[in-house]
């Protein structure tokens, strides 16, 4: 079993930046692919970005490639997500997700989610 918590999210104006940090319990924080999710209001939730177990992999949404940039600490048994040039678009639920998996970026296929926080992005 894996508990997330999520945190660093709050109202932050277009093309301002900001970074949420998922703190993960377990042992075996190493093993699992990890990976930031969101969903906007009204809408299903998407994958954002996913990060392979030993961070030498990673993926990212065509809607953040090249703003957003998801990193590990296995150490701290820390998950991050560097948001940069945000947009209102971006305004959304961000969730953590854990899988003990090398690396998966279907949202399906991961057991273990944090409860979420919110990121209002005003124009």
């Known amino acids: 079993q894996v508990q997330l918590v999520e945190s660093g999210g709050g109202l932050v104006q277009a093309g301002g930046s900001l970074r949420l940090s998922c703190a993960a319990s377990?042992?075996?924080?190493?093993?699992?692919?990890m990976g930031w999710f969101r969903q906007a209001p009204g809408k299903e939730r998407e994958i954002v970005a996913a990060i392979s177990w030993s961070g030498t992999s990673t993926y990212y949404a065509n809607s953040v490639s090249g703003r957003f940039t998801i990193s590990r600490d296995n150490d701290k048994n820390s998950v991050y997500l560097q948001m940069n040039s945000l947009e209102p678009e971006d305004t959304a639920v961000y969730y953590c997700?854990?899988?003990?998996?090398?690396?998966?970026?279907?949202?399906?296929?991961?057991?273990?989610w944090g409860q979420g926080t919110q990121v209002p992005v005003s124009s």
């Open positions: 997700a854990a899988a003990n998996e090398p690396f998966i970026v279907v949202g399906r296929e991961y057991p273990y």
């Open positions: 377990g042992r075996t924080f190493s093993s699992y692919s």
